[in-house]
């Protein structure tokens, strides 16, 4: 009996953390779907690995906000969906989803990890379809 509780309590002090990190993959997602950069960069780590088409490179946090604004600026969002989340090795989480952009549509990846209680983006990647 005492195992079974055991059990019981470990998977209950579990379930913050899975909903705290669905949480982090829609606020990540709602704020690509408003276009707003600020939005999306609050939940940078300190450095960001950022690609947009076949440039990828590693960006301080204030870089990467630069980055992604110049991206919306040249890409007007109209919409973004999140098609699959899902988790890997290490307690990372990542979603890909469907950004509808004025010149055409995006597959938006990105991953989060828990650092100090935190999930931030580590990555966060923009494929034209």
């Known amino acids: 009996m005492k195992r079974f509780k055991n059990t019981v309590l470990l998977l209950l002090a579990m379930v913050p953390v899975a909903l705290a990190a669905a949480d982090i993959l829609d606020s990540v997602g709602s704020s690509i779907g408003s276009g707003n950069a600020a939005s999306v960069a609050q939940y940078f780590d300190a450095t960001v690995d950022i690609t947009i088409g ?6 301080s946090k ?7 604004q ?6 007007p969002v109209k919409s973004f969906g999140i098609n699959h989340r899902g988790s890997s090795a290490g307690g990372k989480q990542f979603g890909i989803g469907t950004l509808v952009t004025g010149t ?4 938006v990846y990105y ?3 828990q650092k100090g209680g935190a999930y931030l983006v580590q990555e ?4 034209k379809q």
């Not at 204030?62 to 992604?68: D, G």
């Not at 110049?70 to 890409?75: E, G, R």
Request: charged share 25%.
């Open 70 to 75: 110049d991206f919306f600026a040249k890409n």
């Open 62 to 68: 204030s870089q990467a906000q630069i980055v992604v």
């Open 104 to 107: 055409g549509q995006y597959r």
């Open 124 to 127: 966060m990647r923009f494929e």
């Open 54 to 59: 076949d440039k990828e490179s590693m960006y």
């Open 111 to 113: 991953l989060v990890m």
